[in-house]
C-alpha cells in the first residue's frame, strides 16, 4: 500500500514570500499522479496542482508549482508572492495509475497547515 | 453547474441512531468515493463505488454501508451512530478510476453524542 507523508504540521510565511511545503510518499509502482490539495476555512477541497509521474517537467500552475523528485519519491509545493487567501490546509495526495491500482481513489497525506502573515 | 452535492451540511445524531448522507454528482463522472477527515489525520477512505453497479470497502468502512443507486448518487449510511464517527464526511467524484482528479462536495459535519 502507498502511504504519503506531509512532515510540517504547520508552516507560518510572511505576505508576499515565497513558502515550500513538503510531501513524500512510498510506492513500489512506477507510474502514478501526485495532487495538491488545498482547503480553506470553508472546508472546500480545490484542486491546486497535479503532476503525473511519467513527466520529468515540473507542473505549474500561476504562482503554484511544484518540484517532483521521482528517485527521491518527493513533491513539495511552492506557493510564490504568497498572499492572505493562500491561508489553508494543504493536502499531498498520491493515485496509482497501475491497471485497475488507481480504482480506490487517491491517498492523502494528513495535512500542513500554512498561515499567511500579514 | 452544481459539481457534487452532499446533504445535510450538519447533523447532530445520538449515539445508535441510523442516518444516510445523500451525495450526488452532475457531471457525468463514473467513479465515486467516501471519505473521512479527523484532526491530525488526513482524509480516510471509506467506500468507493468505480463505476455503477460496484462498490468497494476502503481504510475505514466498518459501521458505514453504502449504495450506489444509480451513476448520478451515492449514498452513505451509519445504521448504528457511534461517537467514534463524529468526524468530517466527504463525497468525491471521478471520472474515471485511473488518472483523473478527485471533485469534493462541501462535507458533512456529523456530531455523534
Known amino acids: 500500500a502507498q502511504t504519503v507523508t506531509q512532515s510540517q504540521p504547520e508552516m507560518s510565511v510572511q505576505e508576499a514570500e515565497t513558502v515550500t511545503l513538503s510531501c513524500t510518499y512510498d510506492?513500489?509502482?512506477?507510474?502514478?499522479?501526485l495532487f495538491w490539495y488545498k482547503q480553506p476555512p470553508s472546508r472546500q477541497m480545490i484542486l491546486v496542482i497535479r503532476?503525473?509521474?511519467?513527466?520529468?517537467q515540473n507542473a505549474t500552475e500561476n504562482r503554484f508549482s511544484v518540484n517532483f523528485q521521482k528517485a527521491a519519491k518527493s513533491f513539495s509545493l511552492k506557493i510564490s508572492d504568497s498572499q492572505l487567501g493562500d491561508a489553508a490546509m494543504y493536502f499531498c495526495?498520491?493515485?496509482?495509475?497501475?491497471?485497475?491500482?488507481?480504482?480506490?481513489?487517491?491517498?492523502f497525506g494528513k495535512g500542513t497547515h500554512l498561515i499567511i502573515q500579514p | 453547474n452544481a459539481g457534487v452535492t452532499q446533504t445535510p451540511k450538519f447533523q447532530v445524531l445520538k449515539t445508535g441512531q441510523s442516518m444516510t448522507l445523500q451525495c450526488a454528482q452532475d457531471?457525468?463522472?463514473?467513479?465515486m468515493y467516501w471519505y473521512r477527515q479527523d484532526p491530525g489525520m488526513g482524509l480516510r477512505l471509506i467506500y468507493y463505488?468505480?463505476?455503477?453497479?460496484?462498490?468497494d470497502k476502503g481504510e475505514v468502512p466498518n459501521g458505514y454501508n453504502v449504495s450506489r443507486l444509480n451513476k448520478r448518487e451515492f449514498s452513505l449510511r451509519l445504521e448504528s451512530a457511534a461517537p467514534s464517527q463524529t468526524s468530517v464526511y466527504f463525497c468525491?467524484?471521478?471520472?474515471?478510476?485511473?488518472?483523473?482528479?478527485?471533485?469534493f462536495g462541501n462535507g458533512t459535519r456529523l456530531t455523534v453524542t
Open positions: 468525491a467524484s471521478s471520472l474515471d478510476s485511473l488518472r483523473s482528479p478527485l471533485h
Open positions: 510506492t513500489s509502482e512506477s507510474d502514478y499522479y
Open positions: 503532476q503525473e509521474a511519467y513527466k520529468q
Open positions: 495526495a498520491y493515485r496509482s495509475a497501475a491497471p485497475g491500482g488507481g480504482a480506490d481513489g487517491l491517498t
Open positions: 457531471m457525468n463522472h463514473n467513479s
Open positions: 463505488s468505480a463505476s455503477e453497479g460496484t462498490t
